[in-house]
């Protein structure tokens, strides 16, 4: 933590969208889903395509929040859709900015739940950190969203909200101006924030849709990555229903200590997962995985870890992302030594892989990775939990 670095936190007080009666959230329609709703809405069939399209370019390319504007429809056509639909995305309650440009948002979503979204700016792009879910069932040992018990799975508006408040909060759109040819400020999404999201995979997945259209928020699908802790059953299908980059929280080399610390593994261990990300690049046509690997001092970092860990993933085309470990208040564990990461890094280095080291963003908010939880949640499990789970 650096606690010298200054913080700024400001409310804001966006204007609180209350869902209105019996009418449905258009944000996160799938193409399908907003043709069938537009034709039962009286749109004659051979029309709906074209409305659709057009409605998409109001909402995804311009960022306009309310049915009048779209000019190129008939107006009456503009009022019924606004008895018909609303347009809702998560409210801001407050944004952090960290010191290196990092911007934590929390965000409300109905039922007044909370989770966190995190921009992160780097040289000629910037990482957009999406929730799946408010909190997440599994139990992590070293994560502090895995201390918060799930709440809810988010909707795929939801999830596709937090791109529309990121824009919205960067002036991204061209309605606020924004230049056209300029690199995207959010030119990449991750699904690396609170939550499991092959625990909510039709969801995420519909998200994904709309994100990665044309017509919609055209973040192509090799800018997407979606980390999971190996929810088995869900890869294929991610590859195939999705086709966005995969990233996998492996962590550990061995099935006991993975066991500990991504408990997930006693389910699926490490040889039924590696199979399933043996047909990954194939399948989804993408070119490698990525292995993220937590840093935990005398857990994991071993020499022998690093060799082991080159031997499992060999044949698998693949990047090793290096996570030095973010600590939170209570947390059993410790990040490695910064010498004992560049050792581990030069073994799979010179193993012939890719293994950048994960610069922390955002430490002084508690904005970095594995760091999220929302404040305000207070199902909470106890430090005892947390420990008796991870068995330290
Ligand atoms: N549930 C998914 C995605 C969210 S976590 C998953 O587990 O993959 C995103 C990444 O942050 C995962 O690789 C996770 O293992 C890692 N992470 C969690 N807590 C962390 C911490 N305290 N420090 C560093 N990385 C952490
Ligand atoms: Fe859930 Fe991922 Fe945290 Fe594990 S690391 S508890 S799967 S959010």
Sequence with gaps: MNATAPITQDVLTLPRKLPEGGK?????????QLHAALVEMGTPEKQAKMRVGQV?????????????????????????????????????????????????????IAGGHEVETVYIPEEGRGTLCVSSQVGCTL??????????KLVRNLTAGEIVGQLMLARDDLGEWPEQGAPKDETRLVSNLVLMGMGEPLYNFDNVRDAMKVVMDGEGLTLSRRRITLSTSGVVPEIAKTAEEIGCLLAVSF????????????????RWNIQTLLDALRDYPRLSNSERITFEYVMLKDVNDTDADAK????????????????????????????????????????????????????????????????????TERARKSRAQIAAEAGV
Excluded at 24 to 32: F, K, M
Excluded at 84 to 108: C, M, N, W
Excluded at 139 to 146: E, Q
């Design 251 to 266: 962590h550990a080399t061995t099935d006991e200590v993975r066991d500990k610390l991504v408990p997930i593994n006693k």
């Design 139 to 148: 139990t992590c040992s070293f994560c502090h969203t895995g201390t918060q």
């Design 24 to 32: 449905t959230n258009i944000i996160g329609l799938t193409r399908p």
């Design 56 to 108: 998409w370019q109001w909402l995804y390319h311009w960022g306009v929040r309310d049915f009048a504007a779209m000019t190129n429809l008939a107006k009456d056509y503009r009022l019924k859709l606004a008895e018909h639909f609303e347009i809702v995305i998560p409210e801001v309650v407050s944004r952090q900015i960290s010191a290196d440009g990092t911007r934590k948002y929390l965000v409300r």
């Design 308 to 375: 082991r860990l080159v031997k499992l993933i060999s044949g698998i085309p693949a990047k090793i992302n290096l996570i030095p470990f973010n600590e939170w208040p209570g947390s059993a564990y410790q990040r490695s030594d910064a010498d004992r990461i560049a050792k581990f890094a030069d073994i799979i280095y010179q193993a012939g892989y890719a293994s950048p080291i994960r610069k922390p963003r955002g430490e002084d908010i508690m904005a970095a990775c594995g760091q999220l939880k929302s404040a």
